[in-house]
């Protein structure tokens, strides 16, 4: 029997459904785990006002015909006295990892946690968070967790923004503003297809694109070596263009392969 673990934080949209639906067709059980971890926000970040949509999941998760929902307290995943961090290094030091200091030891942290608890064959991330991915991948393999780690596509919005359980934190009229991200991220992909191959080019094109709307202000935007999160200087294999803009006080993240 192959046991799937798809870890949340709650708030669930199409994009988490996607990846219950992907650990349905790969196992024969799935555990859902809803956590809002608090090991993974810093100081000042959005941990207290994380949206709680519980009950909703939870219909969500029936309907999709997911066998197991987890939904542990704090004092579950960290009991009185526990001492361990994983740190995954060099992955996490760009990117979000550069701003969000300690971010990526909670995350690695609950997952290896929440694998020794559900004990999983397979355990399903999402694509938007390409760095995150790429962190739990090297974390299972170099601690030999027996779980392979399977991704699911980044699911968007009609006008092209990454849902996000973020996204419920925009106004109206930042929620507008936001398919520039998609916009630029798009542009990027349309001039590598035309041949363009200069880094700073495609990056300022980008930019340009995501400036445009008054309210966004780019926190990142780097073109990285999708399994080293390393910067690349020159575009001669597939590279992860991310980005991370702010509306307002909410963070948005997404990102696309580019291929040359
Ligand atoms: O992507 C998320 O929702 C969280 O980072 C995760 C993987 C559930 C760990 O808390």
Redesign the pocket.
């Known amino acids: 029997m192959r046991i799937g673990l798809v ?3 709650g708030a669930l949209h199409e994009g988490h459904l996607s990846l219950v639906s992907l650990a349905l067709g790969e196992a024969d059980r799935v555990v859902v ?1 809803i ?3 608090p090991s ?1 926000f810093g100081p000042g970040e959005d941990l207290a006002s994380y949206p709680d949509t519980f009950d909703e999941d939870l219909m969500k998760l029936k309907e999709a015909g997911v066998h197991c929902v987890f939904f542990p307290s704090v004092d579950e995943i960290y009991p009185n006295g526990f001492s361990t961090s994983v740190n995954v290094s060099g992955l996490t030091e760009t990117l979000c990892g550069k701003y969000r200091q300690g971010h990526f030891n ?2 690695s942290t ?2 290896a946690v ?1 694998f020794g608890i559900a004990q999983p064959d397979i355990a399903v ?2 694509r938007k ?1 390409a760095q ?1 991915l790429a962190v ?1 991948r090297r974390m299972a393999a170099d601690l030999g967790l027996g779980v392979e780690i399977h991704a699911g596509e980044i699911i968007r919005e009609s006008d092209g923004l990454a849902m996000s ?1 973020r996204n419920l934190y925009l106004s109206p009229g930042e929620r507008a503003q936001a398919s520039v991200i998609f916009r630029g991220l798009s542009k990027a992909a349309e001039l590598v297809l035309k041949g363009e191959r200069v880094v700073e080019r495609i990056c300022y094109s980008v930019r340009e694109i995501i400036e445009e709307a008054p309210l966004a202000a780019v926190q990142y935007l780097e073109l990285v070596d999708p399994n080293t999160m390393k910067p690349v200087t020159k575009l001669t294999t597939p590279a992860l263009l991310a980005v991370a803009v702010y509306f307002g006080h909410t963070r948005l993240i997404d990102n696309v392969i580019l291929k040359p």
Request: glycine share 10%.
């Open positions: 870890p949340t934080m785990s956590f809002v971890n993974q909670g995350v609950v997952c929440l991330f999402g968070d995150q739990i359980s």
